[in-house]
């Protein structure tokens, strides 16, 4: 729908009486809406928000995580106060009030455009934020390495290969060949670019944890210092394992980061001529 003068005074009006949370996520209340959305009677309106509550959860979503009922007190014309409900509606709340409203409303129309669009921004957003936030963890995984294979050197590891297939035994139970073939990946990939977010963590956490025992225990010796890998690894596994969590060899891969990371760079060149 094009974006007609009518259509941005809508919006303005949408964006006036939207709120903003302690946690800073943003929420309208109910009787806002419905004068927003040209409903006379907040009881005609709120049948509309039951509907929408029942979509909610046909849906399968918690409707209670997106419409919460509520209660304050206002004053009436002697001078006494009353009860009177309303509602904390998210944005997906707003966006079901919308498509369960009247049709013949031209304002419903017009919620119906603004909260799908606007829904569909925050769902980019917040699939982008994740984005971010792997890579940057994949960045930090990478310093960790740095940092570990400095500490093994010092205690006298010179077969790195062998010391960082001991953190893999440890952490995995089973050597990074067999990880791989696990998860279905190419011999030749990084496991680490295919790695989430949970499983960066495990690794980002062992290797920082088994660099700081080489150097607060002053390990010396290959051998040690193999050992103590493995048995770093070991202990953040046990420790998955305790809290319940996914073990890393169940983690599925994910996109590739150095395949993101290019499609970014590529986006950045000016088109072709």
Known sequence: MEKTPIYGDFAKQVEEKRRTGKAGGHYWMARDLQEILGYQSFESFERV???AR??????GVEPDDQFRQTTEKVLIGSGAERNRGDWFLTRYACYLIAMNGEPAKP???FAQTYFAIQTRKQEIVERLSGVEKRIEQRHRVTQTVKA???AAKTAGVQKYALFHDAGYRGLYEMGLADIKRRKGLPEKEDLLDRAGRAELAAIEFKNTQTEQKIIREKIVGESHAIRTHRGVAAEVRRTIQTLGGILPE???PEESIKKI??????????PAI
């Open 261 to 270: 990371e290019a499609a970014r760079k590529r986006k950045k060149l000016p």
């Open 49 to 51: 928000i039951l509907k």
């Open 54 to 59: 029942m979509a909610c959860e046909s849906a």
């Open 107 to 109: 304002q419903v129309g």
């Open 148 to 150: 570990l294979n400095s």
């Open 250 to 252: 169940d983690l599925p």
